[in-house]
């Protein structure tokens, strides 16, 4: 990892309430190897950042179920496009807009809010969607079940993470769902 990335991975991480502790190399299921930057903190498991960088909570690394699925997960946002495209913009599409409101507040101007925002959710929800299903593929469906009870039972977000993670993920629940309907058995 070149250095101008390792800085702006770092920058990052006080934005999510998170500490550095260290660049890891680790491999994924595939046999691929990937640098990681490794943070602590009590509530953020792992994200995919807009430059392409993966961090990921130390203690994500020290449980092998979690492990697994995390790295699948975030593998996959690592080769999508616009990964970081929702989520980037809806907090300033948020401000932005709710500010022209309060200047001059049209019923066009909240409809075009709403469907904006509306817009960067959907966005965000499908590549959730995706890199949940892949990690289904990818896993077994014991180990991802394995690994959702020990996210939580390790990580315990306030309430504001709670609702931002809501906000930009699909349910699991309707994620496996999907995934049950699809690969139904016949
Ligand atoms: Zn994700």
Known sequence: MDDKSLKKAKNHLPWIGARFKEVRTITFLDGRQQEVVVFSSK???AQTTADRIIIVNELVLQNEN???????H???HLKQFGQWFGKSWLGPATAIGLAALSYAFTLSGVVAFFVLVLV????????EFD??????????MQTVQEARAD???????CIF??????????PMCLTIL?????????
């Open 43 to 45: 509530s953020r498991v």
């Open 66 to 72: 979690l492990k697994d699925y995390v790295m699948v």
């Open 74 to 76: 975030e593998s996959v």
């Open 120 to 127: 960067l959710l959907a966005w965000s929800w499908f590549l």
């Open 131 to 140: 890199a949940s299903y892949q990690a289904l593929k990818t896993l077994d």
């Open 151 to 157: 996210r939580r039972a390790l990580f315990q977000p």
């Open 161 to 170: 993470w709670r609702i931002v993670d809501a906000a930009l993920h699909p």
């Open 178 to 186: 999907i995934f049950r309907t699809l690969n139904r058995r016949t």
